[in-house]
């Protein structure tokens, strides 16, 4: 099931073999923290990358990152937050410049003095029974250069293709399966409203006369049945990062290979349903400095539905030639907004105020080098997540990290149904709370690989991935594979045989994995450092964690005491979570005790400023000295309040 070079092509040479404790394969943000979290665990590690940009999408334009619920970002992904909040002077940040981001990326590097090789590319896998003794590795920029071995104990695919797993004989799939493979409800062939056409856009070049044949882009294929299984792939898309600031914007200019035929669609919908604005096509979130994280929106956009089912299996000439396409169609598409005169005027004029930042993408045309695959192969490991595991309705005792985003997916197919033009397959189903990801899915079947683990292209469905598949939660899961790696090699077993329970312990003890005094969260569900008087109800949507407490009856006093438990007595900053809610009171008292004095704060709702695709932000409430034990509290009254009141988590960060 994995791609093979031409056997006809010549082989070149080998360079001599050099060995490490560990490698990581794929430079993605999952691999750069998986390398720097081997290395900070002095493993010898080294760290491949088939292009020359370390950080993936995190780099490559997803500036508005896809959180879910902020309780599931933890360790070295969460300090990557941090680090960006530290840039653009907040406690931590999930929206960011793409140069930023990737700045940070390359200080891990540094910090961890990992080694990289770039422009360098997977050709071989060299295994003895189930284990991987080396892999091989060619140049991406002249392929019949001097190939060279890395020998390794422990071997990471952080690649969001899978190429390391596949060619190391590994399982996998790709796809869709049918909702009754794994009892779902969700996956294989969907149509809903979501991303769709309106009823009533014709599918033919001259309308009414199918002879004159289809329009680019729609599928002249009939519709499987309704949660049937098969190989189409959720589409893929570049996100964009534009701007409007003139001394920074570069020109969308029209690209080679332009097809204007190509986006006929698009103005026969809004023909169908005119737009005031872009948005109605493009869905761009604000990053800092004037520029965008722009992602596809609507039924006509910047996901190239259908063309890209050759991507995950294909060979690298295959990939190159998708990923080109997918970038003429692109600028194509930003450019026929602009300038095509048949666009409705006001689109063209708002859509000629943006163009490229000359300050990000400097060595690629000021365009991300980055496309979006979303999704590619995912491996049939040792436990499969599902819809099940989403739901809650089967929870794993070995989870290594946490989802809880949508289940997720993006239109596979453009197909003519009863005589018009549908999309099918995107799926958004709502409504998630944070779930463990089982550790069993990032690894192989013992008898398949003992020293691989697969962090990114983890073994789930394709709805259950479509949750998954975020980079902060990728981040985790490659931290969690680093440290188990670290473990198999102290052990001297494979990673099926590891402690699981050990490696839990050591990912909340150390969770920056340099053995500094770990931050402190008592969330309100922890029912043994929180107790509460009143008449709190609980709220689900929105807040920190599983859920918070909510109090609107002003008249009868109520308290919710969070009681951390200090293991080293010392100076913390406190920080308390205040979602969103309708109605909240504008000042919120907050006592402060550190077990023998109590300080009084206050909290004025219009100082809390929400970023980012999430409905609370974490408020700084000053530092405080606390003892070791359990004799201090953050403590949330409804003193004084004059509409609903809060209280769902608290965090005490060393003041080192």
Known sequence: ?????????????????????????????????????????????????????????????????????KYVVTGLARDFYRRIGQHYGRFEQWTFEPKVAEAIFLD????????????????????????ISAIELESALNP??????????????????????????????????ANSVYNETVNGVQIREGHQFPDGIDPYKIPGKPESGLLWGISPETMAPFGSGDKKIQSYNFRLCLTNDPANKVEITRPEGYDSTHYELLLR????????????????????????????????????????????????????????????????????????????????????????????YTNNGNFTPQMYVREARRMLGAYVMTEANCLRKEVVEDGVGMGAYNMDSHNAERIVLNGMVKNEGDVQLRGISPYPVAYRSIIPKKEQCDNLTVPVCLSASHMAYGSIRMEPVFMVLAQSAAVAASQAIDKNTGVQ??????????????????????????????????????????????????????????????????????????????????????????????????????????????????????????????????????????????????????????????EN
Not at 326 to 334: A, I, P, Q, S
Request: glycine share 10%; hydrophobic share 35%.
């Open 1 to 69: 099931m994995s791609f093979c070079l031409n056997k006809a092509e010549a082989q070149p040479k080998t360079k001599p073999a050099s060995s490490v404790a560990i490698c990581v394969y794929g430079g993605t943000s999952a691999g750069v923290i998986a390398a720097y979290a081997a290395a900070k665990l002095n493993k010898s590690v080294v760290l491949i990358e088939p292009g020359n940009r370390l950080g993936g999408l995190s780099t490559g334009g997803l500036g508005y990152t896809d959180i879910g619920n």
């Open 108 to 131: 891990y590097i540094k910090r961890g003095n990992v080694k990289v090789i770039y422009n360098t590319r997977l050709r071989k896998v060299i295994k003895r029974g189930n284990h």
């Open 497 to 654: 045989q590891i402690d699981v329970k050990q490696l839990q312990a050591e990912l909340k003890s150390n969770p920056l994995v340099d053995h500094s005094t770990a931050e402190i969260l008592v969330d309100n569900d922890d029912t043994e450092h929180v107790t509460k008087t009143g008449s709190w109800r609980r709220g689900t949507a929105g807040g920190y964690g599983p859920s918070f407490y909510l109090d609107t009856a002003k008249s009868i006093p109520t308290e919710i005491k969070f009681i951390p438990e200090v293991k080293k007595a010392g100076k913390y900053h406190v920080y308390l979570y205040v979602p969103k809610v309708s109605r909240a009171s504008l000042l919120t008292q907050i006592q402060i005790s550190d077990g023998q004095n109590v300080i009084t704060k206050t909290i004025n709702k219009n100082d809390v400023q929400v970023v980012g695709q999430t409905q609370g932000e974490w408020v700084s409430l000053g530092i405080n000295g606390f003892y070791a034990g359990k004799n201090g509290y953050v403590m949330v009254t409804n003193k004084g309040a004059d509409g609903a009141i809060v209280a769902d988590a608290v965090l005490l960060v060393p």
């Open 269 to 360: 919908y809004l023909a169908a349903k005119p737009a005031k604005d872009w948005s109605a096509f493009l869905k761009p979130d604000m990053m800092p400095n004037h520029k965008t994280d722009i992602n596809n929106s609507g039924p006509f956009s910047t996901d190239m539905i259908g063309m890209n089912y050759a991507y995950p299996d294909g060979d690298y000439a295959t990939r190159a030639a998708i990923t080109k396409a997918h970038e003429v169609y692109t600028k194509g598409f930003l450019y026929f907004i602009g300038h095509d005169p048949r666009m409705p005027e006001h689109l063209r004029n708002q859509m000629l105020k943006w163009g490229y930042p000359k300050d990000e």
């Open 144 to 177: 019949s250069a001097k190939t060279q071995i890395i020998a390794a104990s422990q071997f990471i695919d952080c690649t969001y293709e899978g190429d390391l797993m596949a060619k190391a004989g590994v399982s996998y799939t790709t796809g869709r399966e």
